[in-house]
């Protein structure tokens, strides 16, 4: 491997702070994730947690998390200042999780200032919750969190100048980038706010919005709060239906996506493919393999949470984690995230979000084939999504996936590269994904 490609869409890798232990341990991993071609580095909540313990109940958004300052004898800023000189010295920008939809109930802000917080009809701070949208009955309710009442009010605007305070505070030390936990549940004009605070000091600072699992009016209602970054759902695509082409491109007019293979919220995809019954460590890593290839060419961002370059099997928990469940690595595909992560910094297609379609081929082989919104550029991503079955899609124009294919060149990383397709058509083997990028028509 060598040294981290240049710029363009993010490249995002998860460092999970409990997993990576104390700040001064971050350090170690940050030239491994250089050398896979990475160039933010996304860290979940860092500071001081609540009586729950978990990072996303945040007591105090200006003191470290005691378990991530270990040993240090730094004060808590240099700690972080250090982290974010040491990355951009590696071309890595540090992005950060910046929850302010809600805080534990024991915070410091809950204590200071009490008028920003929603209230239950006997006055108790009231906890945020979540419906089933499957099951109306199913109702999840966070009771270590205070929820912030978000009504048009004076006191709102001490909260908004609060937070404006926070991200200019961490922007000093290095900060690049914001997570934006659970965006929707923020008016926009209150992210705006806040996104303005920073830019005041820096311009290139980006703000990416989490918005998964929320209704599309939802994600709508943000278009002016002007976020860089959506995160978008293509790790649950089965590659059939219409679904998440019709969200991408409905959502790329609010801003571009990131996607990603797993997450903090999800199941470890060692787990899931076992309990499919896929056992063998070759099959797990080519289900890696071929997962990382898919999400890095979905959209203009991708990011991978920490361990999934070694196969880990145990989910990334936001309280119970810590660095001894590091565990024994399954496989090691690093060298060959670098190639895909190389890849995508080379195409451009890639790197911007254009319009996306779902093209089918008779054999049941898809393809999703996107173009430049304002040149002839076009990549395509075909998948042969059955996990057993090749197939040869016909080179003599009848077949659209391999016509297309066919006008331009391979790209698929550490796999089959060169001019075109060949007379005989495309072939595609169970499970497998190939890319292609050319310039010019494609009909």
């Not at 997993?19 to 341990?25: E, N, T, Y």
């Not at 060959?336 to 195409?347: E, F």
Request: aromatic share 12%.
């Amino acid at each position: 491997m060598t040294s981290a490609v240049g710029p363009r869409g993010p490249r995002i890798y998860n460092l999970f702070p409990l997993l990576a232990g104390p700040v001064h341990d971050w350090q170690r991993h940050l030239p491994r994730i250089a050398q896979m071609g990475f160039n933010w580095i996304y860290v979940n909540p860092f500071h001081f947690p609540g009586f729950s313990g978990s990072l996303y109940a945040v007591k105090d958004y200006y003191r470290l998390n005691p378990m991530l300052r270990g040993n240090a004898y730094e004060a808590d800023d240099a700690l972080l200042r250090s982290f974010c000189d040491s990355a951009a010295k590696l071309g890595l920008k540090v992005m950060m999780d910046l929850v302010i939809n809600h805080t534990s109930k024991d915070s410091e802000l809950a204590a200071q200032h009490p008028e920003f917080f929603a209230r239950e009809d006997d006055g108790s701070l009231k906890s945020p919750s979540a419906i089933d949208p499957a099951n109306a009955e199913n109702v999840t309710v966070w009771g270590d969190l205070a929820e912030i009442d978000f009504t048009p009010r004076d006191e709102l605007d001490g909260f908004i100048r609060y937070f404006q305070d926070v991200v200019r505070h961490y922007v000093k030390l290095g900060v690049r980038g914001f997570r934006c936990d659970a965006a929707y549940k923020v008016p926009a004009d209150v992210w705006l706010a806040v996104n303005h605070a920073a830019h005041g000091l820096n311009p290139d600072v980006l703000f990416f919005a989490e918005t998964l699992g929320c209704r599309i009016d939802e994600v709508e209602a943000l278009r002016p709060a002007r976020f860089d970054y959506l995160f978008n759902s293509a790790k649950w695509w089965d590659f059939k239906g219409p679904w998440l082409l019709e969200q991408y491109n409905r959502f790329r007019g609010i801003a571009p996506s990131v996607s990603f293979p797993e997450s903090h919220d999800t199941p470890r995809l060692r787990q899931d493919l076992e309990d499919r019954g896929i056992t063998s460590p070759k099959q797990i890593e080519q289900h890696y393999k071929s997962l990382y290839l898919f999400t890095a060419t979905f959209a203009t961002g991708v990011m991978m949470p920490m361990g999934f370059e070694y196969g880990f099997k145990s989910p990334l928990h936001v309280v119970e984690t810590r660095p001894e469940h590091w565990e024994q690595p399954l496989f090691d595909i690093s060298d060959y995230v670098w190639r895909v992560n190389q890849m995508r910094a080379l195409v451009p297609t890639l790197n911007r979000e254009g319009p996306q379609y779902q093209v089918w081929s008779p054999t049941g082989v898809t393809g999703l084939l996107r173009k430049d919104a304002e040149g002839q550029d076009w990549s395509l991503v075909v998948v042969n999504p059955e996990p057993r079955g090749s197939w040869s899609l016909a080179g003599d124009g009848s077949d659209p996936i391999a016509r297309i294919a066919m006008r331009g060149h391979e790209v698929t990383p550490a796999g089959r590269c060169g001019a075109g397709t060949g007379e005989d058509g495309l072939t595609s083997k169970a499970g497998e994904i190939r890319v292609f990028t050319g310039d010019g028509p494609t009909d």
